[in-house]
């Protein structure tokens, strides 16, 4: 089997790579020895790529079941002596915050790279955080690549830094910077990844308060390392002409912006750049001095306003008087940035007559005229059989509590199964909250990789403080929305030797639910039947829905059914089940309605819901 192209050993070669991809490289090149995640877009293309290059015998990587056991795992290698990788959507950072705070106090002399992947414009998130807030919050040392070169050559900077100052290092990219592409320039690849020993020392890597006050002032000790290589690092760039007064402070992807800009706005050589890779701790020297050459700075960062607000702290008390600006209207601390923004801040800063180009508004205007796409839920979803079914039982009688995953499609109509949602594993802690205090019946649904992450301690405390809950575990056998990583529940034929198939009956019935019914996703009368059953009944009660994700189904575990439905009659019935059931594959010529058996999963509820006017026939072709 020919080699993957990251693992080439060909210095000085080019690539065309994706920024999650050439993290990937610069982890290979910096001898990576652990790699951790929970998946989460916009970072998921790092580990899976990981697996995909296949080359186990210069690392471990593993799927963790949470971004909180990801780190520790990650944390105890890199205690042990291993370069070590954690990787996880920003969001997930929330989850793993405990051990981070605490490992930036021991140290790792290993080295530890937290890779956080942030995603303004909420793309695929429930919310915008910034997480370059932790790397203040806990004293650590953030990288922000502008470009996949950058990506790479960070994400080896990184891995040098975390293990010489013993500290774990904040690699902070953006949706942008993951998903974009870029040429990357390959260093040398290590035969094998060098380790450290571990030395035994309880009075720094056990943190009882005694220990803990010595070591807050050891981090800071360490920071203030960072602050110097911050100072003369190679990625805290300054492009200076003479005589220019004016200059722009920059970091992250909105560099990258900020460069397409001045060259559009044709004044690249009228305005001086000092460019943060390191944005925290600051080059507060090479930030003071760039502000006393100059009579007014504009300062571009996406997302919170953080340097905005440090640099004009760090000018208020050097007593400067540079006319500093930062957010306005134009740029905000919502959404993404793009070329066209920023290109228009600038012109409005500097009160130029330019505005984005011809072509970039007629870009902008084209694409505002484009109809939406909602997302929604795959043909043959059996998610969408489940939310079908709770609503012929429930209605609009109980309040439904959702989670993350692919399964949160269902507060869409006509399904209309998500009234509520916190984060991953609430909707089982949080519609138990709900139901305790409201005395309403709740329906709470759950994916299976999302109850291993974090619903199985809500259910834990669901049954000891005695809450009235109907859960339903909607199982499809892998992680669907982030990629179909696995999860410990998958079917061991699809994890293969290097893991343990976890079994949710056993484990729901092991936290002391009685109540347990476990039922094909895929047939309604089953699951009518359940729900009538479960309906009145109080304290906790599960169902757990299982079928596979149709699209892992046929990519991974090459299942297609050799049958595809199709309408048999116009009537009544049909334009019900186009109404409620709402499949994807269904289509509408004029008043009459049809199945696109290119989209046809073959699932055949449609069948169960209008058997009148719908019938199976043979796949064209045969099963794919």
Not at 219 to 231: M, Y
Not at 252 to 264: I, K, N, P
Not at 416 to 430: E, T, V
Request: with cysteine; charged share 20%; proline share 5%.
């Amino acid at each position: 089997m020919s080699k993957h192209p990251l693992l080439s050993e060909t210095e000085g070669e080019q690539q065309l790579l994706l920024g999650n991809e050439a993290i990937v490289r610069g982890a290979l090149e910096a001898g990576v020895g652990m790699i951790t995640c929970y998946p989460g877009t916009p970072s998921s293309e790092v580990v899976d790529t990981f697996r995909r290059i296949k080359a186990f015998d210069r690392y471990h990587m593993e799927y963790s079941i949470n971004e909180k056991v990801a780190m520790e795992v990650a944390c105890g290698a890199a205690l042990s002596g291993s370069k070590s990788l954690v990787c996880m959507k920003h969001v997930g950072l929330n989850v793993a915050a405990d051990p981070l705070f605490t490992t930036a106090y021991t140290g790792l002399p290993g080295g530890l790279v937290v890779l956080s992947a942030d995603d303004p414009g909420c793309h695929s998130s429930q919310n915008e955080q910034d997480n370059r807030a932790y790397a203040r919050m806990a004293h650590l040392l953030c990288l922000e690549p502008s470009s996949a070169e950058e990506a790479c050559a960070m994400t080896k900077e990184a891995f040098f830094l975390a293990r010489s100052l013993e500290q774990p290092v904040l690699l902070r990219t953006t949706t942008r910077i993951s998903h974009m592409r870029g040429a990357v320039t390959l260093g040398q690849l290590p035969k094998a990844p060098t380790t450290v020993s571990f030395t035994k020392n309880p009075m720094r890597f056990v943190p009882l308060p005694a220990v803990a006050r010595k070591r807050h002032q050891a981090v800071l000790d360490v920071l203030a390392k960072a602050r110097i290589i911050a100072e003369h690092s190679v990625f805290t760039l300054e492009t200076l002409h003479e005589n220019v007064k004016i200059g722009i402070i920059a970091s992250g992807v909105a560099r990258a912006y900020m460069a397409d800009a001045l060259e559009q706005l044709g004044i690249a050589d009228r305005v001086d750049c000092l460019e943060l890779g390191i944005t925290w701790p600051l080059p507060t020297e090479r930030i003071i001095r760039f502000l006393s050459q100059h009579v007014a700075v504009l300062i571009l960062e996406e997302g919170d306003a953080l340097l905005e607000r440090d640099i004009k702290a760090l000018a208020k008390e050097h007593g400067l008087s540079t006319l500093l600006s930062g957010k306005n209207a134009t740029l905000t601390e919502v959404l993404e940035y793009a070329t066209p923004l920023v290109q228009t801040r600038i012109a409005e800063w500097l009160d130029l007559p330019q505005r984005p180009s011809a072509p970039d508004q007629a870009l902008l205007s084209a694409t505002q005229e484009l109809p939406n796409r909602p997302p929604n839920l795959c043909p043959g979803c059996s998610h969408r059989a489940v939310y079908y079914a709770a609503r012929k039982i429930f209605g609009d009688e109980v309040v439904y509590s959702s989670d993350i995953g692919c399964y949160t499609l269902g507060m869409l109509p006509p399904m209309r199964c998500a009234d509520f949602l916190f984060c991953m594993g609430s909707s089982i802690s949080g519609g138990s909250g709900f139901a305790k205090a409201s005395g309403s019946k709740v329906v709470s649904f759950i994916g299976d990789s999302t109850f291993f992450h974090s619903g199985m301690t809500g259910l834990a405390n669901a049954v000891f403080n005695k809450h009235s809950l109907l859960l339903v575990i909607l199982d499809n056998g892998t992680t669907a929305m982030t990629g179909h990583q696995p999860n410990p529940g998958m079917v061991q034929e699809s994890l293969g030797e290097a893991c343990q198939h976890l079994d949710i009956e056993a484990i729901v019935k092991a936290l002391g639910v009685t109540n347990v019914r476990t039922v094909n996703a895929y047939n309604l009368a089953a699951l009518t039947k359940t729900f009538t059953e479960l309906k009145d009944m109080d304290g906790v009660r599960v169902v757990i829905a299982k079928q596979p994700c149709v699209l892992y189904a046929r990519r991974a575990l090459g299942k297609r059914p050799p049958n595809v439905a199709r309408v048999i009659a116009q009537n009544e019935d049909t334009q019900r089940c186009l109404a409620e059931f709402a499949c994807p594959a269904f289509i509408k010529n004029g008043d009459e309605i049809a199945v696109d058996e290119s989209l046809c999963s073959g699932c055949m509820v449609c069948l169960q819901v209008a058997p009148k006017s719908f019938k199976a026939v043979k796949r064209q072709g045969g099963q794919q």
